[in-house]
T-cell receptor, first 118, second 113 residues
Framework: GAGVSQSPSNKVTEKGKDVELRCDPISGHTALYWYRQSLGQGLEFLIYFQGNSAPDKSGLPSDRFSAERTGGSVSTLTIQRTQQEDSAVYLC????????????????FGEGSRLTVL | AQSVTQLDSHVSVSEGTPVLLRCNYSSSYSPSLFWYVQHPNKGLQLLLKYTSAATLVKGINGFEAEFKKSETSFHLTKPSAHMSDAAEYFCVVSERGYSTLTFGKGTMLLVSP
């Protein structure tokens, strides 16, 4: 597609429920990133995919968080047993090649999925 | 390790006056530095980048930033603010070999008429 697409744009859930957030990167971009943006906290790195593999998942805050990418394209971030502290905007970004390979620094971001856990 | 500190959480200016958003970085090696902008309810957009070429970098919408190694700074400036510049600005650092960017906590730029 023309840009990075994320869905849903807004999600309200009850504490303890599981949620899935989807990211559709720019066509041809091999690298995909998930970040979390909390109020006043800037962007927190969660996980990075190169193709379908995740060489860096160091930012996932707990084992309740997982992500996968299939076909070198769409990625899903899953949060199990959601907690109120999981409330944030989850941003997905993609780049033509991974930053470790070509440090151009330009990531293309989606508009995010706003998660609210009641 | 790489990190950035944005010295102001909020900056308020009047339309037509200069803008200065301050950023200091910490990096073990020669870093690449970037500024991203986020307008309300929009995704982040790259404003400009420094990757070891010219130390004065020009970006979109009249913004520019100067890399000063001796001061470990990468401040963002614009001679004359416009109402449409109101947004949140993020200073970002990256080192070769790192798989991700490290973002500062952001500076909210408020522009009044």
């Amino acid at each position: 597609g023309a840009g990075v697409s994320q869905s849903p744009s807004n999600k309200v859930t009850e504490k303890g429920k599981d949620v899935e957030l989807r990211c559709d990167p720019i066509s041809g971009h091999t690298a995909l990133y998930w970040y979390r943006q909390s109020l006043g906290q800037g962007l927190e790195f969660l996980i990075y995919f190169q193709g379908n593999s995740a060489p860096d998942k160091s930012g996932l805050p707990s084992d309740r968080f997982s992500a996968e990418r299939t076909g070198g394209s769409v990625s899903t971030l899953t949060i199990q047993r959601t907690q109120q502290e999981d409330s944030a905007v989850y941003l997905c970004a993609s780049s033509f090649r991974g930053l470790a390979v070509a440090n151009t620094g330009e990531l293309f971001f989606g508009e995010g999925s706003r998660l609210t856990v009641l | 390790a790489q990190s950035v500190t944005q010295l102001d959480s909020h900056v308020s200016v009047s339309e037509g006056t200069p803008v200065l958003l301050r950023c200091n970085y910490s990096s073990s090696y020669s870093p690449s530095l970037f500024w991203y902008v986020q307008h309300p309810n929009k995704g982040l957009q790259l404003l400009l980048k420094y990757t070891s070429a010219a130390t004065l970098v020009k970006g979109i919408n009249g913004f520019e930033a100067e890399f000063k190694k001796s001061e470990t700074s990468f401040h963002l400036t614009k001679p004359s603010a416009h109402m449409s510049d109101a947004a949140e600005y993020f200073c970002v650092v990256s080192e070769r070999g790192y798989s991700t960017l490290t973002f500062g906590k952001g500076t909210m730029l408020l522009v009044s008429p």
